[in-house]
């Protein structure tokens, strides 16, 4: 059996990004044939990818990307099985360089992303490499690449990156974008303006706000009052627009007016936050 060296080890890992001991025992099985082992530790690898894949990844990071002049970036969630993997090097750096790759490239969806070309491979692939080393799934479960009408402002929250906005802000100063995006992460608006909101969910806050009016026992037009008034009060906290900015001092100026009087506008934000949506159940394992 041809001998198998601490050197030959840790060129196959460089060429792999495989654990030592699984770079041995592939060397070992190659009878150290390195090209050969490199092929083992890829079906492997692979392998083990896919079995990771039936489970479900609650947990991970936002990252986002914002070009030089601010006029091109990305948001990305990049999801895990636990926050200790979330936490690690390996698994923020490829977050980061999903965004970044998103940011440049500008892929139309998911399928695209994953072919494009990183760390010597594609995106699809490398993903799949980290999943055989670290042992967890790991899906690249969003994204949106923004190209803005004024300036690109983002903010993640220092928290773990567990919540991640990008927005652009036409007009004001950059503070004002700074805190836009700060804003953002803290109210969690649902949508720009009323616009925004899903119809279906305006007409349950209309048919819940309907039933309380009817409680009342008021005559028929005050109750259409107390429906309406509900209804615009549900819009007010869940659009940007519509909500108290967080830094206001006197706790009543809106978005809306803010922008206002500094001669701005927002064409546009999103807001990622991590494992939002996705169902665990109550022992902390996900569904």
């Known amino acids: 059996m041809a001998e198998i060296t601490a050197s030959m080890v840790r060129d196959l890992r460089d060429k ?22 490199e ?14 894949a039936t489970r479900t990844a609650a ?29 690690t090097e390996d698994f923020q750096r490829f977050a980061a360089s999903i965004a970044d790759l998103a940011a440049k490239k500008n892929p139309q969806d998911l399928a695209v992303l994953g072919k494009l070309a990183l760390a010597g491979s594609t995106a699809e692939d490398t993903r799949k490499a980290l999943v055989g080393r670290i042992g967890e799934n790991i899906s690249i479960r969003r994204f949106a690449s923004l ?21 652009d802000v036409v007009g004001g100063a950059e503070q004002l974008g700074r805190d836009l995006a700060m804003h953002i992460a803290a109210a969690k608006p649902m949508g720009l303006s009323g616009n925004d909101i899903p119809a279906d969910l305006v007409a349950k806050e209309r048919n819940i706000a309907a039933a309380k009016a009817a409680e009342s026992g008021k005559p028929a037009d005050i109750q259409k009052k ?62």
Do not use: W
């Open 16 to 37: 792999t990004d495989a654990p030592m001991m699984e770079c041995k025992r592939a060397l070992v099985e190659a009878q150290g044939n390195s090209a050969k082992a």
């Open 147 to 167: 190209k803005a009408n004024g300036r690109l402002y983002h903010y993640v929250h220092h928290g773990g990156a567990k919540i991640g906005v990008l927005v």
């Open 39 to 52: 092929e083992l530790l890829r079906v492997r690898l692979g392998n083990r990818a896919s079995r990771a």
């Open 59 to 87: 947990e991970g990071v936002v990252a986002v990307h914002v070009a030089p002049d601010a006029k091109t970036g990305a948001i990305v969630e990049v999801n895990c099985e636990t926050d200790f993997v979330a936490k």
């Open 226 to 287: 107390m429906v309406e008034g509900s209804v615009q009060k549900f819009l007010k906290d869940v659009t940007l627009l519509g909500q108290i900015f967080v830094k206001d001092p006197a706790g009543k100026q809106t978005v809306e007016a803010l922008l206002k009087a500094a001669g701005a506008s927002v064409s546009r934000f999103v807001l990622y936050v991590v494992g939002e949506g996705i169902e665990k159940k109550g022992n902390g394992q996900t569904a």
